[in-house]
């Protein structure tokens, strides 16, 4: 067998070798490229037959041979006969193994062995990873990197100051087993920063009754799993302070707590290290463990015995496999980080403002953060706002409240950057467009605490995914544009970007009133998870019920009965609070003209004003209003007014 190369015959199967990115695409048959979807998405084939892939492999192609023997293999998971496959190239050589009928995805990288010939142009090389995460491998690679980052990477050490916590905890040597808090912010010494999930309880916690006792010792022995891995990997890496949220934050002191979070991006940001415990669900489970899902062997390609691969099991680039991705706090804890260390079930990943790279060397990593957006570009800062608010969305927290305090650090680099005025997730200066946010149509059964009182007009106030349908929108104001009159944000504490307790926008816009229909649709909950609801509504005039626009509620609705200041009773609709039982209604709603570009609107859905000022709460948002599609023109007559939304 020669080695494969571009000019090798394109599999009528596997489409290799172009499946893999060696071919241009300019140059592919008519008969292929309809099959490739876009290069970054890789190649899929659905509902791939085993058979036929032996079938395939049996009549000469080394590619089909190669995914046969490894959907045959452990690290692809549980046998099927029929699979999904999509092969991927950025950025590096992947195969994901799809079971629908098992909901199960395998990641398998295949890689060159170090030492061995390529089996084709361009395969990568790899280094074999040791079976624990807390080998001398994986320390040496971490150590390797905090200082090649610190001697060589200018922009690195551009992004941190003379910052220091309010207090840091000592971990002394290796053979030194009792710790100590050090409650002193003048101490200018380089320290680690942890991020973890707490789990559902913490073992270990500072308070005001505790402190003096953490400043005299910590045993040893106390300490959970993933902080004494956190310890551990501090004094490996030469340092010896470190900042562990519960420990260094005072529990039981508001005032304390609220101090801290207001810096928490400065704690992050200004730290050695940011160690991530990413494989950890909870401080019990540690991150210096073995790597039981890691499988590492060699595949013998049928048609050369001098043709060797390496396959091996790995998570996926976006991270979304470990715990702590789904962690709201560790959020801003991540990204405003100047470096990370990220000790996931696979390997030791390195990320800092300057490169990143992982234990195998396979490969970089994907940049899923926008980071260096954020902290190191000013053109055009309020787009990539827009891309992190939706990412951020996606994370849960124990408590609601946490919305925007979790989220204070990254609006903080953002303010800096822009000097805009924040309002509760949004900016006064791009307000219109930053109320453009909707939610997806599927909700949980628990979705929204409307006893927190945040702004029905900011994405924070509702606990549901966020999908911002502006992010291509080119924001020009202008006459098609609604008028911002006046804001206010009522903070619960001194920092600017932490929680608030109440808030208003006016807006100065074309105004009708319309018919709502909702209908909630239920769905079973799956694996013991919460009951889910689609959350489907739609709006009309009185006078053709017929034609109606589709609406995207920010959340659960429900009936909401009030009389006005004439003493008529009013049906509308208000945001269905925790425990409520979604039903089907009608009522009346306004609909709020924000923009009109390319001839369609973009509507904010309002409930009725309300006694005794008046106010409106937003309730979702219309994205497709086009006058020219249905037969009347429902603003053609509409008044401008000022609406106050809460």
């Known amino acids: 067998m020669s080695e494969i190369t571009s000019e090798s015959p394109i599999c009528d199967l596997c489409l290799a070798p172009d499946s893999f990115g060696l071919t241009k695409r300019e140059i592919y048959d008519t008969k292929y490229i309809h099959s490739l979807p876009a290069r970054n998405d890789g190649v899929k084939f659905p509902l791939l037959d085993q058979s036929i892939l032996l079938a395939s492999a049996e009549r000469g192609c080394y590619f089909c041979d190669l995914l046969h023997q490894i959907s045959q293999h452990p690290c692809s998971g549980e046998q099927q006969t029929t699979i999904v496959v999509r092969i991927v190239t950025d950025p590096a050589l992947s195969v994901h193994f799809l079971r629908r009928e098992l909901d199960s995805l395998s990641i398998v990288q295949i890689y060159r062995p170090f030492g061995h010939k390529e089996a084709w142009t361009g395969l990568q090389e790899a280094r074999p990873v040791s079976q624990h995460s807390g080998s001398v491998q994986s320390f040496e690679f971490a150590r390797k990197c905090l200082r090649n980052c610190i001697e060589s990477h200018e922009e690195c050490r551009r992004s941190c100051s003379d910052f220091h916590p309010k207090r840091l905890l000592d971990v002394g040597s290796e053979g030194f087993s009792s710790l100590k808090l050090i409650d002193d912010q003048l101490l200018a010494a380089p320290y680690l920063a942890l991020s973890h999930c707490w789990g559902d309880q913490q073992p270990i916690k500072t308070t005001s009754q505790t402190l003096e006792q953490r400043k005299h010792s910590i045993d040893w022995s106390s300490l959970p799993p993933v902080f004494r891995d956190a310890v551990t990997v501090t004094r490996e890496l030469g340092v010896q302070y470190l900042w562990i949220d519960c420990l260094c934050i005072l529990q039981d002191s508001v005032r304390d707590w609220e101090e801290q979070a207001a810096q928490m991006g400065q704690i992050y940001s200004n730290s050695y290290a940011t160690i991530l415990a990413a494989s950890s669900p909870s401080s019990l489970v540690p991150f210096l463990a073995s790597r039981e899902t890691i499988v590492c062997e060699g595949v013998n390609l049928r048609f050369g015995k001098d043709h060797y691969v390496g396959v091996r099991k790995i998570g996926g680039t976006d991270h979304s496999d470990q715990p702590l991705h789904y962690r709201g706090w560790a959020f801003q804890e991540e990204i405003l980080s100047t470096r990370t260390i990220r000790f996931t079930r696979e390997e030791v990943k390195w990320e800092c403002k300057t490169l990143s790279c992982c234990e195998c060397g396979a490969h970089p990593l994907y940049d899923t953060k926008n980071a ?86 900011s994405w924070a106030s509702v606990d549901e995914e966020i999908d911002y349908r502006s992010l291509n929108m080119s924001y020009r104001p202008g006459n098609k544009y609604a008028i911002v009159r006046s804001t206010s944000i009522k903070l619960t504490g001194t920092n600017p970007f932490g929680q608030v307790e109440g808030g208003s926008i006016v807006l100065e816009a074309p105004i009708v009133e319309v018919n709502l229909r909702y209908h909630p649709d239920e769905r079973e909950p799956v694996d013991g998870r919460r009951k889910m609801f689609v959350k489907t509504c739609n709006c009309y005039i009185d006078d053709t019920p017929d034609e109606n626009q589709s609406v995207w509620p920010d959340t659960l609705l429900c009936q909401d009965s009030f009389t006005d200041t004439n003493g008529v009773k009013i049906c509308s609709a208000q945001r269905a609070n925790r425990g409520a039982v979604p039903q089907d209604f009608e009522c009346k709603v306004r609909l709020l003209s924000l923009f009109v570009r390319r001839k369609a609107r973009t509507l904010l859905v309002l409930s009725i004003p309300k006694p005794p000022d008046g106010s409106c709460e937003r309730l979702g948002l219309v994205t497709q209003y086009d006058h020219e599609k249905i037969t009347h023109d429902w603003f053609e007559n509409a008044q401008v007014v000022l609406t106050k939304i809460i």
Do not use: M
Not at 416 to 432: D, F, P, R, V
């Open 372 to 457: 260096e957006n954020l902290q190191h570009t000013n053109s055009n800062i309020q787009r990539h706002w827009l891309k992190l608010v939706e990412q951020y969305s996606c994370r849960s927290l124990t408590y609601s409240f946490d919305k925007l305090p979790a989220f204070a650090g990254v609006a903080a680099v953002a303010h800096q950057k822009s000097g805009h005025k924040y309002l509760a997730g949004l900016w006064e200066e791009t307000l219109i467009r930053d109320l453009t946010w909707s939610s997806w149509p599927w909700t949980p059964e628990t979705s929204c605490d409307i006893s927190q009182r945040l702004p029905t007009f």
